[in-house]
């Protein structure tokens, strides 16, 4: 078992935010519906906890329209497409036994009603818990509410999160999920669809140990080619996470867009005009959570799927930079063994080197076909083809405890993407003058390798 049950119950909801040592699991995709999955995740409970997640985001849990869960009816009937209600308690609380909080997918932009009301539409809630009128259905969706205070979700009505009635119900929603089902973190879908002020008041209601909204719009294009300046969308993302009262956390976006470009040979993408990284988390990586892809932007949906010859290099960029990294359900345990034993021996390092939100990142080389960086004073990576040598890494400070090294590879110079140090080279740049930490966290560029050896330098 994992941790103490005293860590699992926290409250304090910025205690999270505090630490920045969240490593999160997406735990399904957009067919996970079809496969019992409350019964199939409970299986993978003690392997989750094993690998290192701090925390598993789990499907809508309430009855929905449609099985994937984000059509939701009503909120607290939640026997699902994915599993009974007995099944959920099961799971949630195996997942407390093994310390993995469990994060709720909030669905709170729209809500389906049942019964016919203003203009005909099915704007009212008869019948169900939550049994609200017209009022409750902003009226730019065929409601009698007010205006949205954002963008609108398109072809099911829209709750108006203006009215003090519909607050009071969803508040008292979310405290159920936290302390009767046993969630504890919150994940916020379509967080532009409503002012992320009314984010701070639920948040301030329920009291997640840790939350995180989805604030997803269009990074900037010139026709087909991402623009290198992406600040005016990361700035729109900044000011959300703002409004929630500095209270959420969001997915970094910006970062996912650059980064599925860079790794195509334009890794110069990844060191903005300051020196520091292009996305959120160059800017405010105790809010940033990054992450490769989900289930909208990858999966059978691939709305804007990461390449995927290049999924690890991409992992290799997250689990060893700042924010607060999560890492999808399909590349964990869908594309096979050497994936998920690859992303485990990289959150290794981020634990073992203690990397966290706010560690301290310098980036030496921003090429298009070489990045490499030094994180924390304590891990040094390089992802891309391009040649470098390990000098850069070392500096005449500090007290570091272990090394990585490159160790037992079965590849082709070539599959190591033309690294021109090999290991013993690294090992005969210490001396007297530099007691230092180097860890080359992957060396995936092109081939399907990586292997890595921790050993302690210094007692």
């Known amino acids: 078992m994992q941790g103490s049950d005293a860590s699992y119950r926290r409250t304090d909801t910025g205690a999270v935010l505090r630490s920045g040592r ?3 699991l997406q735990a399904f995709n957009w067919e996970s519906h079809k496969h019992n999955w409350w019964g199939n995740l409970e299986k993978k409970v ?51 036994q093994y310390n993995v909080r469990a994060m709720a997918d909030i669905v709170i932009n729209h809500r389906v009603g049942t019964t016919q009301g203003h203009g005909g539409m099915y704007n009212r809630y008869d019948g169900i818990p939550l ?58 879908d379509f967080a532009r669809g409503y002012s992320p002020k009314y984010v701070k008041e639920y948040i301030e209601g329920a009291k997640p140990v840790f939350s995180v909204g989805e604030y997803w719009d269009s990074c900037n294009y010139n026709g087909h080619f991402l623009e290198y300046n992406q600040d005016s969308h990361r700035q729109r993302i900044v000011n959300w996470i703002d ?64 390449p995927s010859d290049h999924v690890m290099e991409g992992y290799a960029y997250i689990l060893t930079h700042p924010g607060m990294p999560a890492v999808f359900y399909d590349h964990f345990y869908d594309w096979g063994n050497s994936n998920h034993e690859q992303i485990v021996k990289l959150i290794d390092i981020r634990k073992h080197q203690d990397i966290h939100s706010r560690s301290s990142i310098k980036i030496f080389e921003a090429q298009p076909n070489l990045y490499s960086a030094m994180i924390g004073e304590k891990v040094c990576m390089k992802i891309g083809d391009g040649s470098c040598c390990p000098h850069f890494c070392y500096f005449p400070y500090g007290e570091a405890d272990y090394m990585a090294e ?26 007297s003058r530099f007691r230092a930490l180097m860890a080359i966290s992957c060396v995936r560029f092109r081939g399907p390798y990586l292997d890595h050896k921790i050993r302690k330098l210094w007692t």
């Open 22 to 24: 969240e490593i999160l």
């Open 46 to 96: 003690a392997d989750i906890a094993k690998s290192g997640f701090t925390s598993a985001w789990l499907p809508p849990p309430a009855n929905s329209f449609a099985p994937e869960g984000y059509l939701p009816q009503n909120l607290y009937n939640i026997n699902s497409s994915y599993g009974s209600e007995q099944l959920l308690r099961a799971l949630l609380q195996k997942m407390k």
């Open 131 to 188: 049994s609200w009128d017209e009022r409750a259905v902003t009226s730019c969706t065929g409601g009698l509410g007010n205006r949205s205070t954002g963008d609108n979700f398109n072809g099911v009505p829209n709750i108006d999160h203006t009215q003090q009635f519909v607050r009071k119900d969803i508040t008292a929603w979310l405290q159920w999920l936290r302390e009767s089902v046993g969630f504890q973190d919150f994940r916020f």
């Open 243 to 306: 409004a929630t009262g500095q209270l959420s956390a969001a997915f970094d976006f910006t970062t996912k867009g650059i980064l599925q470009e860079a790794v195509k040979g334009q890794l110069w993408r990844l060191r903005d005009p300051q020196g520091k990284p292009p996305g959120v988390l160059g800017w405010w990586p105790s809010r940033a959570v990054t992450f490769i892809d989900n289930h909208d932007t990858g999966s059978t949906q691939a709305h804007w799927p990461f």
């Open 406 to 431: 490159i160790s037992n590879y079965q590849a082709t110079p070539t599959a190591l993407g033309g690294l021109v140090c090999k290991p013993a080279h690294w090992l005969g740049f210490l001396g």
